[in-house]
């Protein structure tokens, strides 16, 4: 049997396994079920790679919502000159179609998809013709309704599991209440008796957690250039656009050079300022971003990672201070609390939870109006839903829950932008979309999910007892590596 170690050595460089990763490669090598709790910056995508590496006539195939990271990760096992390759909207058709032929003839080693991918005929064609050694589900948490992130298409795992031959199945995650946990396995189809769950937590001695109650801007941005001055190669997270703008324009009069990051800017602006950030070797670099910013960003010496607005979640909080000190030296984890941005938080779950009757009007839009939607996009439906209001940003939400539900599908470059977009409708709207009590339930859920971290707010504890707040939130016991 070809040995792991040997793999790592020769393909990463590294002497040696981090923490449990050894231990889930020996486990799927073995044929065996795993869920993997690591968090962010914790070298998940080895847990995979590894043992694809193992099965040389094999594929491993990766199912992840994130296009570009499939693209970064690709790009990296290349130059290690492993056969990688990703599918997904992203490419051009003669791309794809080459991609396909390639498949099928059993090119890859590792191939990354989204899951949305199953619902092409072309595709399920072309992986028919490989022998599936594992099958990997990242951000395995988009599996479940209780999670963070839902993608309706997670849940049709079980069944393309089944297509595929019951393959060995790893899912992989850094946040997941144990709720959210118990329901990952359920959706893959598999009994808990039959998966080995690994955890970590976040026992990472060098992160200091903190949060400080502020009082308006001026306190805000003063407590903001204090946390840069001390540890200068950092990001700070927004949660508005405009509020985001609004300090950048206060930090440029204290001539703070530093960078900004947000869904708004086109997609060559944000990949430019990505790159910038994790490539420069400067002893100060400071980006000030939305959640947008994040996935991707493997910067080992980010010294801190502050909140200067509420985040919306712990999931969300714990994600991104996973980002800060991957390099093992100390970093700090600030969370500044003005009690009047939760406004702002309980905002976005009312734009994040529309009801039954909205989905019911886009969908009967894009049904009898299909040429002037086509046309004019979201703007024609802002002005047919509410022609003499605002914009109603549901209507961005109902959208993209309808295009993950496979109601629509969306004409364009950068799913991410809406706004240039032409919608389709390709099918009925799914009961799930049309059940007021189902949809209620769900925004109780967010709620409870901002209540958690309104608590953790005004714990007046140490970083150690922040530490284990987190820990007890995601279900995970200190110095435990499996169960």
């Not at 200068?232 to 950048?248: A, C, D, N, R, W």
């Not at 608590?455 to 435990?480: C, E, P």
Request: aromatic share 8%; glycine share 4%.
């Amino acid at each position: 049997m070809i040995d792991p170690r040997q793999q790592l050595q020769t393909h990463f460089g590294y002497d040696d396994f981090r923490a449990c990763q050894r231990p889930v490669i020996d486990h799927v090598l073995a044929d065996k079920h795993a869920l993997v709790l690591m968090p962010t910056g914790g070298g998940k995508s080895l847990c995979y790679q590894i043992p694809a590496l193992c099965h040389p006539d094999k594929l491993t195939l990766v199912i992840s919502p994130l296009i570009a990271l499939m693209h970064d990760q690709v790009t990296a096992l290349r130059q290690r000159d492993i056969p990688a390759s990703y599918i997904n909207s992203s490419l051009t058709r003669p791309q794809r179609e080459k991609r396909y032929a390639d498949l099928a003839q059993n090119r890859y080693r590792i191939l990354y998809v989204t899951p949305e991918r199953f619902r092409k005929p072309d595709f399920l064609d072309a992986i028919a013709k490989n022998d599936i050694a594992l099958l990997a589900v990242d951000e395995a948490h988009c599996i479940s309704e209780w999670g963070h992130d839902f993608r309706p298409d997670y849940t049709r795992l079980a069944q393309l599991r089944q297509t595929l031959g019951n393959p060995t199945t790893l899912a992989l995650t850094a946040t997941a209440t144990p709720d959210v946990q118990r329901d990952i396995i359920k959706q893959l189809g598999l009994s808990p008796d039959t998966v080995t769950t690994f955890h970590e937590g976040i026992d990472r001695p060098n992160l200091e957690l903190a949060t400080q109650t502020v009082w308006g801007d001026d306190d805000k941005i003063k407590h903001i250039i204090d946390i840069h001055q001390q540890f200068p190669i950092g990001i700070v997270y927004f949660s508005l656009i405009k509020t985001l703008e609004h300090f950048s324009q206060l930090l440029a009069q204290h001539n703070i050079d530093h960078h900004i990051y947000h869904g708004k800017l086109d997609r060559g602006q944000r990949k430019k300022i990505q790159q910038q950030f994790i490539q420069s070797d400067a002893d100060r670099a400071l980006v000030l971003a939305t959640n947008a910013f994040g996935m991707g960003i493997d910067k080992p010496n980010i010294r801190h990672v502050t909140h200067a607005e509420v985040p919306g979640s712990l999931e969300s909080y714990y994600q991104e201070i996973g980002r800060a000190g991957r390099d093992g030296l100390p970093a700090r984890c600030t969370l500044l609390y003005d009690e009047r941005d939760l406004a702002t938080q309980m905002q976005f779950l009312d734009w994040a939870n529309p009801d039954a009757a909205l989905y019911h009007r886009i969908v009967d839009l894009l049904e009898h109006e299909p040429d002037q939607v086509r046309a004019f996009g979201i703007d024609h439906l802002h002005q047919r839903i509410n022609p003499k209001r605002p914009p109603d940003p549901r209507i961005e939400t109902a959208l993209a829950m309808l295009e993950r539900h496979g109601t629509i599908e969306l004409d364009t470059h950068d799913p991410s932008d809406l706004q240039h977009a032409k919608f389709t409708l390709v099918a009925p709207l799914p009961d799930t979309l049309a059940d007021d009590t189902r949809l209620a339930d769900k925004k109780q859920r967010d709620q409870k999910k901002l209540y958690a971290l309104v608590q953790y707010i005004h714990q007046n504890d140490s970083s150690a007892d922040r530490k284990q707040t987190l820990h007890d939130y995601f279900g995970i016991s200190a110095n435990t590596s499996a169960d």
